[in-house]
Structure formats: C-alpha cells, structure tokens
C-alpha cells in the first residue's frame, strides 16, 4: 500500500463511493466494477489505491466482497492490475487475513487456490509463484502462532468469569468499607 498522492483522484473517489455500495458478494455489482477497472485502466494505480484503502477502513464483514471484486480485476482485466498487485498483494492479503473469521478466512484460501495454475489451461499462475508462496508461509506462520496462543490460554468457562467478576466485586466492597471505616476512625 502506497502513501503517496493519489494520481487521479477523481477516478479514485468515485471508485471509492461504488466501494460503499459493495456490502454482499453482489456478482452484478463486481462485474460492474471490474467493467469500470478494465475502462480506467490508465489510472490502475488510482482504482487499486481506491480498493486498497477500502479494505484497509472498512469493517471486517464488508471486506470479503472487495477483495472478491480485486480477485475479477485481476482475473478479467489483467494487465497492469496484476502487475501494480505483484507487490501489493501479500500485504493486502495478510492484514485482511488478521482481521477475518475462519469462514472468511476458507474463502479467502480457495480463491487463492485458484490464483495457482488457473490460466492458460493449468500452465500458468495469475500472481508470480513468489507472491502466492510468501502468501502461504504467512498464513502457516500465523496459523502456527495461532495454535500455540490457544494452549497458552487456559479455557474458562461463564461460570468462571462470573466467578471472577463476583470475586472482584466482593473485594472492591470489602476496601470501599475499610477506607470508610478508616475515614470515620480518623474524623473522631
């Protein structure tokens, strides 16, 4: 993800309206879009800063469907999109990866699978084997890190954490009536 100004901002901003309008997979809705990608192809680096910046504020459930929308411009636009996503790509993928349920996180796995030998009949990948391999190591690594924080947490159950809460508020009582007792002792 880049910082830098934005080339087109007008192609940038409307990109970033329809953006708003991509709460559900709606294939009409990313059709249109990839169709309006293909059209403004001239300024990729604005329409893929648009989408990146998308998925970098919007909420959790609304992602999907805009990393959906990346997964057809490279597909059916191609050209400068992959080029431009090359080393945008495992970022993009990763920190969306953080933030997902394991639901999202299936999908996000089998559309990347079909990032693997899709095209030219099952010769040739859409991303560089580089992209698509760094992609996996992360997601192994942080499956791996994943695993190991939940052995170091123990499970609690409500009943513990009631137990818990319960146990802080008995001793929160027991000092407010020391410290008022204190203060009354004090007074005389």
């Not at 830098?4 to 990109?15: C, G, Q, T």
């Not at 993009?92 to 693997?116: H, N, P, Q, Y």
């Not at 192994?140 to 890190?145: D, Y």
């Not at 001793?171 to 407010?176: G, P």
Request: hydrophobic share 35%.
């Amino acid at each position: 993800m880049s910082d830098a100004p934005v080339k087109n901002r007008p192609i940038y901003r409307e990109f970033r309206n329809d953006l708003g309008k991509l709460t559900f997979n709606s294939k009409p809705i990313i059709n249109s879009l990839s169709k309006k990608a293909e059209e403004n192809v001239d300024d990729a680096e604005s329409v893929l800063r648009a989408i990146e910046d998308h998925l970098r504020f919007t909420v959790p459930k609304y992602k999907l469907p805009a990393f959906y929308l990346l997964d057809s411009i490279a597909k059916n636009v191609g050209g400068m999109y992959v080029s431009l996503l090359h080393g945008r790509l495992t970022k993009l993928f990763i920190d969306m990866w953080r933030s997902a349920d394991d639901m999202v996180k299936s999908k996000m796995e089998r559309t990347m699978g079909t990032w693997r030998n899709g095209f030219d009949g099952g010769k040739r990948n859409l991303f560089p084997e580089f992209v698509l391999c760094k992609i996996e190591e992360d997601i192994s690594r942080l499956k791996a890190r994943a695993k190991e924080t939940a052995k170091m947490v123990p499970e609690s159950t409500s009943d513990d954490l009631l137990d818990n809460l319960t146990g802080m508020q008995l001793y929160a009582k027991k000092r407010a009536l020391e410290e008022k007792h204190q203060s009354a002792q004090r007074e005389v």
